[in-house]
């Protein structure tokens, strides 16, 4: 059973797992970015490090024996990426009483705790 995921993201990711349940070792045809197929847990799991404008999609091919499509679900997402998906912010650092401003920096990270397509 040939299985394609084709990726589009929104926005520019540091990192992108995708978690697919194989219960046999699958046979990768295609694969942009890597792959694992972990048979401890029987997961095909699939990494593309970056995502960007020069890489904003990415596809995995592959066939298992005697598959069907419903047992690669659900898929199991994990991202993460500097980019929120609103565009929020810190302007300004105030001390308590707000007589004066504060040095400050910012670190924003967006992680994702569970995403999975079903």
Known sequence: VPFTVA????YSQSCMNLI???ATAPVV???EGSYDYQKSRNQLVWTMPVIDSTNSTGTL???VPNGHADHFFPVHVRFHTEKLYCD???DAVQT??????VPFSVETRLITEKY???
């Open 7 to 10: 990726i589009k993201p929104e």
């Open 20 to 22: 697919i349940s194989a």
């Open 29 to 31: 045809s295609e694969c």
């Open 61 to 63: 091919e592959f066939t």
């Open 88 to 90: 929020i912010g810190v």
């Open 96 to 101: 308590i009483d707000g007589n004066s401003d």
């Open 116 to 118: 999975e397509v079903v």
